[in-house]
């Protein structure tokens, strides 16, 4: 078993699909099916489902994703500690980013800190603050910067960058875009355009809702998308 096809099983998972993480490795979509069919013939079971939304994990595949992200986290802290070992200074900083933060927040962050720390180097990987999390718990980054931390506040020790506002937005001359404010209960009837179900948007918009005492499976909603930029593009 080789670690890199653990590494391309999960850049299918945090990318949405296969020809995004060939992107991302720098390889052909083939040799991204052919590691995921390596790792499925050796675990008798198929790990994704290819749907509207891009491949998604089989529960075979959630099994093998916490097991693959343990094992490159070791690897990765193993090279650290060696390093050390050897006398050299390890100036790599990893980071996992939920969209929001890691598109808009943490690039003029990292940019000052590499005024005081030119050798410095950062690894920014974008993804949904569910898998940043958990790459977080895994030892696979020494960061994760997200949104929110509902469901696992007491987990993690916490340092707050800034505050951003949820907004509703609405296709232009649409009616709710005229009034200047607009209840919650008015949006139910309207279709509605949600994130992915590990997203920290999503989370803050359900706890919002709930705090209002409506069910956030009230919402119509016609579609979930990956990122901030597709709900907008979408909208």
């Keep these: ?67 693959a992200e343990k094992i490159l986290g070791e690897i ?39 005024k005081e720390h030119p050798m410095a180097k950062f690894e920014v990987r974008i993804m949904d603050t569910g898998n940043a ?24 020790e916490k340092l707050e960058l800034g505050e951003e506002e949820l907004v509703l937005i609405v296709p232009k001359n649409h009616e709710l875009g005229k009034k200047q404010t607009v209840k919650l209960n008015e949006i139910l009837k309207y279709p509605y355009i949600n994130r992915e179900e590990a997203s920290g948007t999503r989370k803050e918009t359900e706890r919002i809702l709930l705090e209002a005492k409506i069910p956030p499976q009230k919402l119509n909603v016609v579609l979930e998308l990956g990122s901030t930029q597709a709900v907008i593009t979408a909208v």
Aim: charged fraction near 25%; proline fraction near 2%.
């Design 1 to 67: 078993m080789r670690l890199d096809y653990l590494k391309t099983f999960l850049t299918v998972l945090e990318t949405g699909g296969f020809l995004a993480a060939a992107k991302k490795l720098g390889v052909s979509q083939a040799t991204v099916t052919n590691h995921v069919a390596i790792l499925e013939n050796f675990f008798e079971a198929k790990l994704f489902d290819r749907t509207f939304k891009g491949a998604e994990l089989t529960e075979a595949g959630k099994i093998l994703k916490v097991s």
């Design 76 to 114: 990765e802290k193993a090279k650290s500690q060696i390093s050390i070992l050897k006398g050299r200074t390890v100036e790599l900083v990893r980071i996992a980013a939920s969209t929001i933060p890691g598109e808009h927040l943490l690039p003029s962050i990292i940019a000052e800190f590499k």
């Design 133 to 156: 999390l958990s790459c977080l718990k895994n030892d696979m980054v020494d960061f994760a910067a997200v949104g929110s931390l509902i469901g696992c506040e007491n987990d993690f």
